[in-house]
């Protein structure tokens, strides 16, 4: 993982992937939690992406603008064998799941923290 990853960048990125055509607020914010916990960085992030024309924020709904440009499981998520610590859970992990956005990657996350993340379940 690079040390010199724009959080902002991440973070308004992983929303420009969203998979579902709507999700609220606190299920966006549970995807950005991934990047960063700090309150204003998660605001700007939002901030950002609705600026961009990433995403539409109205009503405590969140939707993306750029349908079908979704994280592809075959050529976006790295596989690593090790030992870590799924960055939306907190559990040890012997394999972990990165996703890789321009920004920079973004992870490691568990099997089925991944498919969270990325709105598969």
């Not at 700090?38 to 992406?49: C, F, G, S, Y």
């Not at 064998?81 to 990165?98: D, K, L, N, P, Y």
């Not at 996703?99 to 993340?117: A, H, M, N, W, Y």
């Given at each position: ?11 308004v990125e992983?929303?420009?992937h ?12 549970d995807?950005?939690?991934t990047?960063?916990?700090?309150p204003?960085v998660?605001r700007?992030i939002?901030d950002?992406a609705v ?16 349908q079908?440009?979704y ?16 960055q ?5 992990i012997?394999?972990g799941h990165?996703?890789?956005f321009d ?6 996350f ?9 709105g598969?379940?």
């Amino acid at each position: 993982m690079s040390e010199t990853r724009d959080p902002v960048e991440l973070g308004v990125e992983l929303l420009a992937h969203l998979e579902h055509g709507e999700l609220s607020v606190a299920d966006a914010l549970d995807r950005i939690e991934t990047v960063t916990t700090n309150p204003q960085v998660q605001r700007e992030i939002l901030d950002t992406a609705v600026m961009r024309g990433l995403i539409e924020r109205e009503n405590g709904v969140v939707r993306p603008r750029s349908q079908g440009s979704y994280v592809n499981f075959d050529s976006d998520v790295v596989v690593r064998e090790g030992e870590f610590s799924c960055q939306r859970c907190g559990a040890a992990i012997s394999t972990g799941h990165f996703v890789q956005f321009d920004g920079g990657e973004l992870g490691p996350f568990g099997s089925t923290c991944i498919r969270k993340v990325l709105g598969r379940e």
